[in-house]
């Protein structure tokens, strides 16, 4: 069979899922990478898998575990490989997948301990982070509150290496429905604030408890209206000059600050 090219219909339907309107039409994503494929086969949401021959290669074993699951693979030219793609060097490794969020209810639906909930987030490698280090600590679902970016966005997946595929992802416009959720949910709200009431260094008692985590927009942090509405504020300390964290920073200190006590708590999950 002769390798698919950029002109070939299959291909030309896959590219037009880089775009967020046909993301949302079709309900599929494009997932690049061998981290990124390696976890969509985990999960089963794999339709189709394009490969060029030296990925091919390089990536024997994914194709054979596509090949057992009865996806779709389809040998692709380098050129149609880059137009599938959103990277500078293509892995030649590119999976059309089904779409992964939820709604906020399915994201609430387990009894959460630690949800991670970025608000008004536009910077999708950012958006990436926030997701890889959910399911690194063991959080039980990330929620995207307000005008967000899609989670399926390539570079978002990326970033995450994998993560999008692990944990329930809910986007939700309306902040104020989420933050009901939440509440009806059992769960406390948090939010970073630099002139928070408490320090993170003394609130372990506090991160015993269910816990959603909010945090704000790269650049413009969490609205002051919406931080007030939280059950805490919470001061990240900060030692030296540096005037403030990140986002995906200031997300990873906090997650992982919660992880720690709720696992001394009540250890890991069986």
């Not at 990277?87 to 609430?108: E, F, I, K, M, N």
């Not at 309306?174 to 959720?181: E, G, K, R, S, T």
């Not at 509440?183 to 269910?210: H, K, N």
């Amino acid at each position: 069979m002769d390798p698919f090219t950029e002109r070939t219909p299959r291909v030309v339907s896959a590219v037009k899922l880089l775009r967020a309107a046909e993301r949302r039409k079709t309900g599929r994503f494009l997932a690049e990478g061998a981290n990124s494929v390696t976890a969509a086969l985990d999960t089963g949401r794999i339709d189709e898998l394009f490969v060029t021959t030296d990925a091919a290669v390089r990536h024997a074993d994914l194709v054979e575990r596509a090949l057992a699951q009865r996806v779709r693979v389809s040998p692709v030219t380098d050129r149609a490989a880059k137009a599938l793609g959103d990277t500078v060097t293509p892995p030649g490794l590119v999976a059309v997948c089904r779409t992964v969020d939820v709604p906020v209810s399915d994201a609430l639906g387990s009894r959460p301990r630690l949800l991670a909930v970025p608000v008004e987030i536009n910077d999708p490698g950012n958006a990436g982070t926030v997701i890889r280090v959910a399911d690194a600590v063991g959080a039980d679902a990330a929620i995207l509150a307000g005008d967000s970016v899609d989670p399926h966005n390539g570079k978002c997946v990326r970033s995450s290496a994998g993560s999008v595929f692990h944990l329930p992802i809910a986007r939700e416009r309306d902040v104020d429905a989420v933050l009901a959720a939440i509440t009806a949910a059992g769960v406390q709200v948090l939010a970073t604030a630099a002139d928070g009431e408490v320090d993170l260094d003394d609130a372990d008692e506090l991160l015993a408890r269910p816990t959603a985590w909010l945090f704000g927009n790269e650049a413009h942090g969490l609205d002051p209206a919406l931080a007030a509405r939280a059950d805490h504020r919470v001061r990240i300390p900060i030692h030296g000059r540096a005037e403030s964290l990140n986002l995906a920073t200031a997300a990873a200190i906090c997650l992982y600050a919660s992880a720690r006590v709720q696992h001394r708590t009540t250890g890991p999950t069986p």
